[in-house]
Nanobody, 122 residues
Framework: QVHLAESGGGLVQVGGSLRLSCAASGLIYAMGWFRQAPGKEREFVARVGKSGALRHVADAVKGRFFISRDNSANSVYLQMNNLQSEDTAVYYC??????????????????WGQGTQVTVSS
């Protein structure tokens, strides 16, 4: 059984920064971040492989968001810079427990955190 605990969300002004953290328990492989804005479907934000060397962020956040991983702490982080109003959403941490899973859809991950709200105000 895997448990994911997110932290770091909050209210920030346009142009500001936030860092989300996700601590995991159990054996995990790829980890990712997704987000869901009101009235919209959940969308992929970023993913990182087990070693941390393979990283990928969505085009919508490229150059502003950065994903990293600390396996000694079994944690993944999402550094979000130059936040914009369209980044407002609930952000979810996700984990895959199979080494074959490495994707950008919700179906590629089988454990999810409870979500943390990020609100960007103008």
């Amino acid at each position: 059984q895997v448990h994911l605990a997110e932290s770091g969300g909050g209210l920030v002004q346009v142009g500001g920064s936030l860092r989300l953290s996700c601590a995991a328990s159990g054996l995990i492989y790829a980890m990712g971040w997704f987000r869901q804005a009101p009235g919209k479907e959940r969308e992929f934000v970023a993913r990182v492989g087990k070693s941390g060397a393979l990283r990928h962020v969505a085009d919508a956040v490229k150059g502003r968001f950065f994903i990293s991983r600390d396996n000694s702490a079994n944690s993944v982080y999402l550094q979000m810079n130059n936040l914009q109003s369209e980044d407002t959403a609930v952000y979810y941490c996700a984990a895959a427990t199979s080494p074959a899973d490495w994707g950008t859809t919700s179906n590629d991950y089988n454990y999810w955190g409870q979500g943390t709200q990020v609100t960007v105000s103008s």
